[in-house]
C-alpha cells in the first residue's frame, strides 16, 4: 500500500514562500511519477508540479490558466526518498489543500486522476493546508 506523508504548509503573507515536503517509501519514490496538485474549497483539483523518477518535470495550470513553472519548485532527496515542493511569491488565490500524490496506475474508472504531463496521479496523501493571507 502506497504511503504518502506530507509535512509543511501553514499560513503566509500574500508574497512569502513556504515549504512542503512528502515522505514515502523507497519504491514508490523510485518507480512512480510523484508530484502535487491543490483543490480550495468549492473549486476543482488543479495540478501544480509532476516529477518523473528520472526527474523530467512537468507544471500545471492555475484555474485562470497562468502557469504555475516559475512560482514553485519542486526537488527529489533521493537518500530520504522525500519529494520537497517550494511555493513562492504566494497569492491569496494559491490558499488551498495541497495534497502529494503518485502515479502508482490505478485504473481511470476508480479514482479520478491528475494528468500532469505523462504523469496521472491517482493516490495521495491526507493533504496539508496552505493558507495565504493579503
Known amino acids: 500500500q502506497v504511503q504518502l506523508v506530507e509535512t509543511g504548509g501553514g499560513s503566509v503573507q500574500a508574497g512569502g514562500s513556504l515549504n512542503l515536503s512528502c515522505s514515502t517509501s523507497?519504491?514508490?519514490?523510485?518507480?512512480?511519477?510523484m508530484g502535487w496538485f491543490r483543490q480550495a474549497p468549492g473549486k476543482r483539483r488543479e495540478g501544480v508540479v509532476a516529477?518523473?523518477?528520472?526527474?523530467?518535470?512537468?507544471?500545471?495550470?492555475?484555474l485562470e490558466g497562468r502557469s504555475l513553472e516559475g512560482r514553485v519548485t519542486v526537488s527529489q532527496d533521493k537518500a530520504r526518498n522525500t519529494l520537497h515542493l517550494q511555493l513562492h511569491s504566494l497569492e491569496p488565490e494559491d490558499t488551498a489543500m495541497y495534497y502529494c500524490a503518485a502515479d502508482v496506475g490505478k485504473p481511470r474508472i476508480s479514482v479520478v486522476h491528475v494528468n500532469l504531463g505523462r504523469c496521472s496521479l491517482d493516490t495521495w496523501g491526507q493533504g496539508t493546508l496552505v493558507t495565504v493571507s493579503s
Open positions: 516529477i518523473t523518477p528520472g526527474g523530467f518535470t512537468y507544471y500545471g495550470r492555475s
Open positions: 523507497e519504491d514508490t519514490f523510485n518507480n512512480y511519477c
